[in-house]
């Protein structure tokens, strides 16, 4: 198996954009981490694999989590998988809780990788973000984070909305890739509905977004990747050639991972699974033995539109060979027209058999996706 995901299903404010599942109580943190244990004792005999590739805490704020707490995940990991080929633990951590000590605590625990979520390094976005962070602590917790070791640490960026000017964003990547940090997760803000954005924007407070500025705004990015000699690996991340996310890319390559706590998802290469997204009824079902996730099975075609959607948001493509031998789907015949309007369109390309997005085409991976799947 390649990865193991918890879910930290805690937040101390809600952030303007946010739609992942998060509780702003830590009334119930420490039987959380107790059911994450649970589960993972509870589902570990299922997997045929039982050694692990990367661990990730993600979340909500994983950093909110005391040194014991981790622990206690980290020794139910060592219980029921083998880590000996471990190469990546990754944890989520906003700057404002990464101090020196902590990351002394979180080095010893065998955490090797950050993921920080900074966002911005502006004090006005911050505060339209609902970010509790300042810059200054954005700077420092890469400061930090580099001077300790975690050469192969992360931090979020958002790119796409009104607020941010374009000269703004051009000296933000300046900034972030004079830093010494190798990888960034860059992503083009969109707005979900339930969230404190979109009733800003649906009450009229806060202007719509415009595609036309995350368009602009992915070139800028790609222009200054390709000065710094990135890697634009994914549509949203990029880094320095051999830093790449090991756990995030075995997301976009298929390989099983198993999903522990709240909303967290599975798949074990033939099935979908995700937990309930309530921490009460996660808890509940738990203690009582009840079923707390939903599952789906994928068929020939969902497992072809997967390969397509996750293969064309990456730099390394669809393979050809690899849909015929594994699906006996032959995408160059059944989408031949599709594939070459696209083409044309300098959208994507095809190179030794393997198809692949282009940086114009990146805009529009979704719609490239679609238009390629095999319908049900």
């Known amino acids: 198996m390649a990865g ?14 946010c739609d992942f599942h998060f509780s702003t ?5 420490s039987e959380i981490v107790a059911a994450l244990a649970d589960e993972l004792s509870m589902r570990s005999g299922t997997w045929e694999s039982r050694t692990l590739r990367t661990i990730y805490f993600g979340g909500g704020t994983p950093s909110l989590l005391e040194d014991g707490e981790l622990a206690h995940l980290l020794d139910a990991a060592a219980k029921n998988f083998d880590l000996s080929q471990v ?4 944890l989520e951590a906003n700057p404002d809780d990464i101090s020196a000590d902590k990351i002394r605590s979180w080095k010893k625990l065998g955490i090797n990788r950050l993921s920080i979520g900074i966002q911005s390094f502006d004090t006005s976005v ?13 700077q420092k917790s890469i400061d930090l984070a580099l001077d300790a070791g975690f050469t192969s640490s992360s931090i979020d960026l958002i790119y796409g909305f009104p607020a941010l000017k374009d000269a703004d964003w051009r000296n933000e990547l300046n900034r972030v890739l004079s830093s010494g940090i190798r990888h960034i997760s860059a992503y083009n803000l969109t707005v979900e509905e339930k969230t404190l954005l979109h009733n800003r924007i649906q009450k009229g407070i806060d202007p719509p977004l415009c595609d036309d500025d995350g368009t602009r705004q992915l070139n800028i990015l790609q222009e200054a990747l390709g000065i710094a000699g990135w890697e634009h690996y994914e549509i949203s991340n990029a880094c320095v050639p051999g830093f790449r996310s090991k756990h995030n890319s075995s997301y976009w390559s298929r390989e099983p991972y198993l999903g522990i706590g709240p909303s967290a998802h599975s798949f074990n290469g033939v099935s979908r699974r995700w937990n309930v997204a309530n921490n009460h009824l996660y808890l509940d079902a738990l203690k009582n033995g009840a079923c707390f996730w939903e599952e789906e099975e994928l068929n020939r075609n969902d497992r072809i539109n997967e390969m397509i959607m996750l293969g064309l948001r990456t730099s390394d493509g669809i393979r050809m060979d690899t849909l015929l031998e594994t699906e006996r789907c032959d995408l160059l015949e059944l989408s031949a027209p599709e594939i070459d309007q696209m083409q044309k369109r300098g959208w994507i390309v095809l190179l030794d058999g393997t198809l692949k997005i282009t940086g114009k085409g990146m805009a529009f991976a979704d719609h490239i996706a679609s238009s390629l799947f095999i319908p049900n």
Not at 4 to 16: D, E, G, S
């Open 25 to 29: 109580s830590t009334s119930k943190k």
């Open 4 to 17: 193991l995901y918890f879910h930290i299903p805690f937040c101390r404010k809600a952030c303007t954009y």
């Open 126 to 138: 911050l505060k339209w973000m609902n970010r509790i962070h300042t810059p200054e602590q954005a």
């Open 87 to 90: 190469v990546e633990i990754t």
